[in-house]
Nanobody, 126 residues
């Protein structure tokens, strides 16, 4: 079992930055694919970003490309999401997810992930 705990959310203004963190426990996640998803009220859960275990295996949703950066911190067994140039439409609950090792491809599908955190709220005011 893997436990995931997100942190770093908050209330910011448009144009500000936030750094979300996802701390894992129970198992080492170095070989797991990790993803960030978000869900706004009344909307479906949306893929934000993912990172595989190999070098250069990152992917981003179209709405965050060029603004968000995902990274691993293997010594800390954590994953981070640096969010820059935040917009009001980025407002959502952000979830961290882990996928058991199944190859190098990073999935953008929520149902492919095996473990989820409780989420952290990000609110961007205009």
């Amino acid at each position: 079992q893997v436990q995931l705990v997100e942190s770093g959310g908050g209330l910011v203004q448009a144009g500000d930055s936030l750094r979300l963190s996802c701390a894992a426990s129970g198992r080492t996640i170095g070989s797991y694919s990790m993803g960030w998803f978000r869900q706004a009220p009344g909307k479906e859960r949306e893929f934000v970003s993912g990172i595989g275990w190999g070098p250069g295996t990152t992917t981003y949703g179209d709405s965050v490309k060029g603004r968000f950066t995902i990274s691993r911190d293997n010594p800390s067994n954590a994953v981070h999401l640096q969010m820059n140039s935040l917009k009001p439409e980025d407002t959502a609950v952000y979830y961290c997810a882990a996928r058991l090792p199944r190859g190098i491809r990073v999935s953008i599908t929520a149902s492919d992930y095996d473990y989820w955190g409780q989420g952290t709220q990000v609110t961007v005011s205009s």
